[in-house]
């Protein structure tokens, strides 16, 4: 082991390649190519339709996407976009969004699953929800968001749900009533939730009392008793906290209610049974959702997303990519708290009228054979996952696909680059050599897929993403704007020339950084009012081939993408510099064989602070508590300073190469080039020496002799 790492090192630094450019120059792979059985029935065979997409029709062309739904009064514009970057999608336009999931189904799809619910404990059936009875339900709770609550069109409100239909539930009784809701993932602690609560100036929470995960029962409720309380601090008061039961009529937590505070949905929707909520007609450009999410900045930001554009996207991308037809079992493995499960759970298959399953738990409960039996027993056919999850199943039941008697036509992958050789494992045994895969790349901001392969149409080719979207026209640019032509092999920043339907319409509350943080880049002239001068940024590098087929190589800010979700690294080291003892913190990516990359962390402390195990547990619990579980990071280095420039400013860089085992490159600038070398033996020390397993062997600097 330790071996191997010395000879990726030595190999690494003879080359000295960064980490982009080894990307740059994996081999090419060979094409994979679809069943004819599938390309008969895709929803995108008749070529003539692809054709209408031509850049020459945009932006009529969307127009193919809003006809999916129905509107209450149609769009006279397709978009406006006499004021870039704020775009307006379907203007004049009139609808609901829940209408168009729920409603509009009935007449002919009443008694069909709209919503199957599987709980993680494996001995608990399964729970069909008709969209009749999705009907009934989402009417109810929008009354007692409405009258009980005292919610209306425009105000914010926060989920903060764990995976079980009352969570799509809540979110179409919002989107009823035009109340625009924000899901915080479950997995975020109660402090980053209450943050995102008083920037979205929400006066009412919506909680679950706890549900499961791997094997144990989560308590969920105190988390709301810190929101709450984060909140107030953050000068927003929270009125009302609603919480379901996981279970109907037994509370689970040990939590107390607070009176007249907390109150079980339960209880209060008996006042409200039958009732029907009339959807309100919403413009084509009244707010959705937010879906809070890290960028560069200390501060997660609020994508506002619109009501007719994203539903729109959803819907069409839904159709044409996951290429759902009505007689589908759908599942998409995503959490509805993050943009996948809005986009590809709940909004585009429900606008579809699908069948869509709703998973609590974790993929490898109670073993890594879980997902393939509830395929098994659901008959599902379209599978979507994240490269995080493929290789986890791999490598903890590799064989397990075999087993089982499911037959899947369509999968996905999301939310990360996924290694070819995980690809082929996709393909081969999950996929039986039968299903056609969309590796489908795309970003919270973008509302749904910006590039994929046309699933059974498009040749597929392992770890590339593929040739953009229907209407998506991307192009790569240099640090200098020079264009990264095709086929020269060096890697840029990938922007997308022209506006899309799905694209969010600002961040809550700050349309300034809006504006900064993916237009400002490539606009080279902020007065125009054309948009073709204003491209999106999206802050990933990618490399075309000749062939046209995108391969993203990952993000170039200070966002790290674990398991497919980001982390700012501001956000994890804003964290770290609460503890008192800190001094110093900087936040690097390191690679992981499950999760792609996950945090690692270099602290330096304050005089008269030494180093011990203990001031370590305190950075990774506060880190724990003010971001949640899923920043929990790898390693914690305590280091004697941080190698930095003339001006003062920490080189992450060098800290990732040397976590990540790379060379350095030249630190001959810096204002201490020596600590490069201490650093290095301090971190990959624990590699070659006795230390080896457990956080608790970390070297401290300081302790060795
Ligand atoms: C970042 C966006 C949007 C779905 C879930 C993640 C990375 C996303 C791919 C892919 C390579 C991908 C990018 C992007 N990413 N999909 N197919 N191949 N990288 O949404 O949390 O907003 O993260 O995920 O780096 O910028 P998100």
């Known amino acids: 082991m330790a071996k191997a790492r010395q000879k990726t090192e030595a190999k690494a630094s003879k080359n000295k390649l960064t980490e982009a450019q080894i990307a740059v120059h994996w081999k090419e792979e060979k094409y994979f190519y679809p069943s004819k059985k599938f390309k008969a029935q895709a929803n995108l065979t008749d070529p003539s339709f692809v054709k209408k997409f031509s850049e020459k029709n945009f932006p009529k062309c969307f127009d193919l996407y809003a006809q999916l739904l129905d509107w209450d009064k149609s769009w006279k514009k397709t978009l406006d976009a006499s004021n870039p970057p704020f775009w307006k999608w379907f203007v004049g336009g009139k609808l609901n969004a829940c209408y168009n999931c729920v409603d509009r189904h009935l007449a002919q799809h009443k008694n069909k699953a709209a919503l199957i619910f599987v709980p993680e404990p494996e001995h608990e059936s399964a729970a069909v929800i008709t969209y009749q009875e999705l009907y009934k339900r989402v009417n109810e709770t929008a009354a007692m968001l409405r009258d009980f609550a005292g919610l209306k069109t425009g105000d914010r409100v926060t989920i903060h749900m764990p995976m079980i239909p009352e969570l799509p539930i809540t979110m179409l009784a919002c989107a009823r009533l035009g109340v ?18 008083a920037d979205s100036g929400s006066r009412v929470l919506i909680y679950a009392d706890g549900y499961h995960r791997n094997g144990k029962w989560v308590d969920h409720k105190p988390s709301a008793d810190i929101a709450v309380e984060t909140a107030r601090k953050e000068g927003q008061d929270i009125d009302k906290v609603l919480f379901w039961k996981r279970y109907p009529g037994h509370y689970r937590s040990e939590s107390p209610m607070i009176v007249n505070r907390d109150f079980f949905v339960e209880d209060i929707l008996k006042d409200y049974r039958g009732q029907t909520v009339e959807p309100v007609s919403q413009d084509a450009e009244a707010p959705l959702f937010l879906m809070y999410t890290s960028g560069t900045t200390g501060k997660p930001k ?10 729109a996207y959803a819907a069409g991308t839904s159709k044409y990519y996951q290429d759902i037809h009505p007689e589908d079992v759908y599942w998409c493995m995503a959490d509805i708290g993050w943009i996948t499960g809005h986009s590809y759970i709940v909004y585009g ?42 290789r986890m199943l791999r490598k903890a039941g590799g064989d397990e696909p075999k087993k089982y008697n499911y037959h899947f036509k369509h999968m996905t992958t999301v939310g990360e680059p996924i290694e070819p050789e995980v690809w ?13 895969i969309v590796d489908t790349w795309w970003q919270t901001e973008t509302g749904g897929f910006l590039c994929t392969t046309k699933p059974a149409l498009d040749p597929m080719k392992p770890g590339s993403a593929g040739p953009p979207a229907l209407g998506i026209y991307p192009v790569i640019w240099d640090e200098n704007g020079q264009e990264v032509k095709p086929g020269t092999g060096k890697a840029g920043n990938i922007c997308i020339r022209n506006p899309w339907p799905g694209i969010m319409q600002t961040i809550w509350g700050s349309s300034e950084r809006f504006v900064n943080q993916y237009y400002k880049k490539y606009c080279k002239n902020p007065k125009s009012k054309d948009w073709r001068d204003w491209p999106y940024y999206a802050a990933d590098g990618a490399v075309l081939p000749a062939d046209g087929y995108y391969r993203i190589l990952g993000r170039v800010d200070d966002v790290i993408n674990v398991a497919g979700h980001r982390l700012g690294t501001k956000e994890v080291e804003s964290a770290c510099l609460s503890v008192p003892d800190i001094a110093e913190a900087a936040v690097v990516p390191v690679v992981d064989e499950i999760k792609g990359r996950v945090p690692e962390v270099y602290i330096s402390l304050k005089p008269g602070v030494s180093p011990s195990k203990a001031v370590k547990d305190k950075v990774v619990s506060t880190i724990e508590t003010i971001i949640g579980k899923i920043a929990r990071p790898k390693q914690i280095h305590i280091v004697p300073d941080m190698p930095k420039t003339r001006s003062g400013k920490i080189m992450r860089r060098v800290l990732a190469a040397i976590s990540n085992h790379m060379d350095t490159g030249d630190i001959t600038t810096l204002a201490n080039p020596d600590i490069v070398a201490q650093i290095r033996e301090l971190v990959q020390g624990r590699v070659t020496g006795p230390l080896q397993d457990g956080p608790e062997d970390i070297k401290l600097f300081g302790e060795e002799k």
């Open 424 to 436: 082929r494992w996709y393909y081969e045994v999950v996929g039986k050599g039968e299903a056609v």
């Open 302 to 311: 609020g994508c506002q997303h619109r009501t007719g554009g994203y539903l």
């Open 180 to 197: 625009i809701h924000s899901v915080v993932f479950g997995g975020f602690s109660g402090e980053a939730c209450g943050l995102r609560a």
């Open 349 to 390: 298959p429900l606008a579809l009228g699908a069948t869509s399953v709703l998973y609590e738990g974790v993929p490898q409960f109670p073993d890594a054979a879980r997902p393939w039996r509830i395929a098994e027993r659901l008959d599902v056919n379209i599978f979507h996952t994240s490269p995080t999850a493929i």
